[in-house]
């Protein structure tokens, strides 16, 4: 309403204005003077486009610009010289159109790639870090909009400290991914007051907008692709997105092209087919056999549209012996279903399809025709969902993505609709992420696929923290105190005792402790480095700060006075202390270690004893 209301008033304020400029200008024809500007009126029009978004920027939907020479996966150049080298393609097919690279084939259809095609490895110039930094050099001299992708996960480890110097003076959008992975009912207008507070003490440019999203179910890109379209027709400017390995960058891209198409390509191409099938009335189909079907044009298209029906048998052009009676019934009350709702079939559209299939099923007895049209139903709504998942892993026109560090190469350029341009940049590597030294295996563990099930430990003085073989957390001296996890699910987390961890640590790492995998990973990932730091509580109802590991997660610490805390993680990898982002987890996800009946525990079992001020209290 409130919207509405403003809406309203801006419009009148609008006519008003025109009324005036239309009758400045009528008075200067009159007098005979040039008309007048009219930069009043195209002001007050940016200021709307600023407010309710452009609509000549809503227009069209994100494509693609094809770049000849280049692998439109990770935009590299192609050659087809050498096949150690990022790009190469065989030469038979490097002219051919959307031709990917073979690093890029790797990654979108088996999840692999080559070590020396790797950032780690940096064996050759195109995938070192020194080179995604050239090419991101010119963007601080041009004009244009910045995206920035962070990870809601991972903000510190994730946020450029020498962004600003990178983007120069130019807006930044800040999208906020992965906010997927928070725990359910969250305070978004919290989170993005954390974000803001976080972002400027970390140093940040101009921000002119937070949003909060998830490239991987959608939740929040409509929002972000309608604020960086509308800055980009306000300010007449392309749109570069930046940011760290690893926040979904291109994920987020592929997500914005694929907006609404999935659902009008895949369902469109199914009405096309059946449309080339079903020439014929529901009197003629009801008397029509399968061996005697003259009025079809292709009869390889009746196989074809038979294959896609689970549960039936395979048909052959001359053999209808197999065919359920009443089959070709359930078919044309499909086909004449999905013409008539269009390329958007809701749920109630699927009920209502399946109701035709059931009434001709009972009509004639034959209640397994009804079976045919639901699965007609459920294979395609699963080909949309196959689609979308094709197209954010690259496969369907998309950039390619995957879990390792610098999959993208160089710039991808996409046309916004508005004649300008959005750009899709390598993801530059941070030096403190612990991502940045994981294998491919170790990484599907770490990067959280669904949303973390954060669970806390009362831990006293002497007891520590394991989160998987790579990082622990002691509590070196002080009260005990509540440590609530937040680490990727498939990360174990076990509680111990401080002088025995390290033992412990080499002795259960890939089966208690994981990852890594093995202790042949553990040596090549090095020894951990201890960093000292301290709390201070004054509180059981909220957490007091973050301990943070970069490129794993973090841990809240709650309690009462002060704890004096080890934080161990390998050389190099960033450790640090910042306002709590989820302060009230604790309240909730309270497991029952007390340090003494019970040696550790590598579950996430949400076991609530009480309040934590109730528990706090038996253990005190």
């Known amino acids: 309403v409130r919207d509405e209301r403003k809406e309203s008033i801006l419009e009148q304020q609008r006519r008003a204005l025109e009324a005036r400029t239309k009758q400045a ?27 309710f978004g452009s609509e000549e920027g809503e227009l069209g939907r994100v494509r693609k610009i094809g770049k000849r020479g280049s692998c439109p996966g990770c935009g590299c150049t192609l050659q087809s010289a050498d096949d150690t080298k990022p790009g190469f393609v065989p030469a038979s097919k490097i002219d051919a159109e959307d031709a990917v690279c073979a690093r890029c084939y790797g990654l979108q259809y088996y999840g692999k790639v080559e070590k020396v095609l790797t950032a780690q490895q940096a064996v050759h110039e195109e995938v070192s870090p020194e080179h995604f930094r050239k090419v991101l050099a010119p963007i601080r001299q041009k004009q244009c909009i910045i995206c920035y992708v962070c990870d809601v996960f991972d903000f510190h480890g994730t946020f450029l400290p020498d962004l600003k110097a990178l983007v120069g003076s130019n807006p930044v959008v800040l999208a906020v991914n992965k906010a997927d992975l928070l725990p359910k009912n969250y305070n978004q207008e919290r989170v993005k007051r954390w974000v ?35 800055w980009s027709s306000k300010r007449r400017q392309d749109v570069y997105i930046l940011g760290a390995a690893n926040v979904g960058k291109s994920t987020l891209v592929n997500r914005i092209m694929s907006r609404g198409k999935a659902t009008e390509q895949i369902v469109q191409e199914k009405r096309e087919r059946i449309k080339g099938l079903m020439l014929a009335t529901e009197e003629d189909l009801r008397e029509a056999e399968l061996g005697n079907m003259q009025w079809i044009e292709n009869d390889a298209k009746v196989q074809d549209l038979a294959t896609d029906v689970q549960g039936l048998e395979e048909l052959e052009d001359d053999d209808d012996d197999d065919m359920p009676e009443g089959m070709m019934d359930a078919w044309a009350a499909a086909a004449r279903k999905q013409i008539e709702e269009g390329p958007n079939v809701e749920k109630s559209s699927q009920r209502e399809l399946d109701a035709i299939g059931d009434r001709m099923a009972v009509e004639q007895g034959l209640m397994d025709t009804s079976k045919a049209v639901k699965e007609l139903a459920r294979l395609e709504r699963k080909d949309v969902k196959e689609w979308e998942r094709n197209m954010l892993k690259g496969k369907e026109g998309g950039v390619t993505t995957s879990a390792l560090p610098g999959t993208t190469l160089g710039l991808t350029e996409f046309d916004l609709g508005n004649e300008h341009s959005l750009f899709d940049t390598p993801g530059l590597i941070v030096p403190m992420q612990l991502t940045n030294r994981l294998l491919m295996s170790e990484l599907s563990a770490v990067l959280p696929q669904r949303r973390i099930e954060h669970v806390t430990y009362r831990v006293p003085e002497g007891s520590c923290v394991h989160l998987g073989g790579l990082c622990r957390l002691d509590n070196v001296g ?15 987390i076990h509680v111990g005792k401080i002088d025995k961890a390290e033992d412990f640590r080499r002795k259960h790492v890939g089966r208690l402790l994981k990852p890594p995998f093995s202790e042949e990973r553990l040596d090549e990932i090095g020894p951990l480095q201890k960093t000292e730091l301290w709390a201070e509580g004054t509180t059981f109802e909220r957490s007091c700060v973050d301990v943070i590991f970069a490129g794993l997660g973090w841990v809240s610490l709650t309690g009462m006075g002060r704890v004096d805390i080890n934080a161990w993680a390998p050389e190099g990898v960033g450790v640090m202390t910042r306002l709590p982002l989820m302060p009230f987890e604790a309240l909730s996800t309270t497991e029952s270690f007390t340090g003494a009946e019970k040696k550790g525990s590598t579950r996430r079992s949400k076991k609530n004893k009480g309040s934590l001020k109730q528990r706090a209290r038996k253990y005190r």
Do not use: C, H, M
Not at 32 to 51: K, R, T
Not at 478 to 492: A, D, R
């Open 478 to 492: 002080g009260k005990p105190f509540f440590f609530t996890i937040f680490v990727g699910n498939e990360v174990t």
């Open 25 to 51: 200008e009528a008075n200067a024809a009159a007098l005979g003077q040039p008309p007048s500007s009219s930069g009043l009126l195209d002001a007050f029009d940016n200021a709307l486009d600023e407010w």
């Open 196 to 230: 803001r507070t976080s972002a400027n003490s970390l140093g940040s440019p101009k921000v002119v907008d937070v949003v909060l999203v998830s490239a991987k179910t959608g939740f929040g890109v409509d929002l972000l692709e309608n604020q960086i379209r509308s």
